[in-house]
């Protein structure tokens, strides 16, 4: 493949010549639809167990995915390699695989404005010995708590994420995306036996994520969550009132309705909430709300991973079904707006569907 306009530094992903070739290569078989996904992803990680580093790493991922819809077929190629003979190779795969016929298609992209959520302090400006010095500052608060802490784990991490989405329909859009976490683990021995405890601090933000949080009281937390699981009495028992608390309480929505007001789960027939918009399907106190745009947050995004802006997406409102989540494809096979769910786990994947973005949580590193 040659005539590619000249692309600039790896560390600013690809031109918008550059897309608008790939794209025009992979729709000229006559394909309803194609895209481009760029991933760049920088990770750091640590880890301190009873004193002692465990883990110090520093990975870097970066590459290309290239779908091409034809009718109902999807075909699919990812790359490596960003020059133009990977690029039209991925793109020439993706168009087989999706089997489309002859066709010719002039791609223009209109760029909408580059999304950077807020950061203040770069954590890949930060020396290693700075992080773990917080490390060690965790443990000792741990373990200042009392003897009967027999164990500290401690973790931090943190990923910068860039992507760049372009595709047939004239939209090219970017978001960069910095999450910071940490963690502390801790265990304690007593006449009962061992009990664990456990704190976590993580947010879509870089290095000043330690502005708001100190490390030395996540330690203490943690410990004090398992020096008082040593003296508290069995849980009782069969039938009572749950009261779920704020924060990674949220998990348990995720997984009891996020996954099933995934549109497409409910196409396939595979979700609870199948044909029943408009129905009473939790109790009035209920109201489940999906937002990727919410501030700060661990789920916090620009774009969705189909270059789809995020979206405050009432799922179900005092009890009742109101809505589903919608990925682009199938928001275009409904006649319908995408609700800004597009996810991918990297651009080795195509577009998993619709995913509930705010709830969606783990340690990424």
Request: with cysteine; net charge negative; hydrophobic share 40%.
């Amino acid at each position: 493949m040659t005539g590619y306009p000249e692309r600039v530094p790896d560390s600013d992903l690809l031109e918008p010549a550059v897309l608008s070739a790939v794209l025009d290569r992979s729709m000229r078989r006559g394909a309803d639809f194609a895209e481009i996904f760029v991933e760049d992803v920088q990770r750091n990680s640590a880890s301190l167990d009873d004193g002692r580093i465990e883990n110090l790493a520093s990975s870097r991922d970066r590459g290309v995915g290239i779908r091409v819809i034809n009718g109902e077929t999807t075909g699919f190629a990812h790359t490596t390699d960003l020059s133009d003979a990977g690029l039209a190779a991925a793109a020439d795969v993706a168009a087989e695989a999706a089997g489309a016929g002859a066709g010719t298609t002039i791609v223009g992209l209109t760029r909408r404005d580059d999304v950077v959520l807020p950061m203040d302090i770069d954590p890949r400006d930060i020396s290693k010995s700075d992080k773990i010095a917080l490390l060690r500052q965790a443990e000792a608060s741990a373990r200042a708590r009392g003897n009967a802490i027999s164990q500290v784990r401690v973790g931090y991490g943190d990923t910068v994420r860039r992507i760049q989405v372009a595709n047939s329909e004239g939209i090219l859009a970017s978001d960069h995306q910095t999450r910071s976490q940490f963690s502390v683990a801790t265990v304690a021995s007593g006449d009962a036996g061992l009990q664990t405890g456990t704190e976590t601090a993580g947010h879509q933000a870089g290095f000043e994520l330690f502005d708001r949080y100190d490390v030395a009281t996540l330690g203490q937390i943690a410990a004090d969550r398992a020096i008082t699981k040593l003296t508290a009495r069995p849980a009782p028992s069969g039938s009572m009132t749950v009261v779920i608390g704020p924060g990674s309480g949220g998990v348990l929505f995720h997984e009891a309705c996020g996954h099933g007001l995934e549109a497409d789960l409910v196409r396939k027939g595979a979700s609870v909430f199948a044909n029943r918009v408009g129905e009473l399907v939790a109790s009035p106190l209920v109201t489940i709300i999906d937002d990727g745009s919410m501030s700060g947050e661990w789920g916090q995004i620009g774009i969705d991973d189909e270059g789809n802006p995020a979206r405050h997406n009432v799922l179900i409102k005092d009890g009742v079904l109101v809505d589903y989540m919608r990925d682009a494809n199938r928001a275009r096979q409904e006649g319908r707006a995408s609700s800004g769910n597009g996810r991918r786990q990297s651009y080795r994947h195509s577009a998993d569907g619709s995913h509930d973005q705010h709830l969606s949580a783990g340690w990424p590193f």
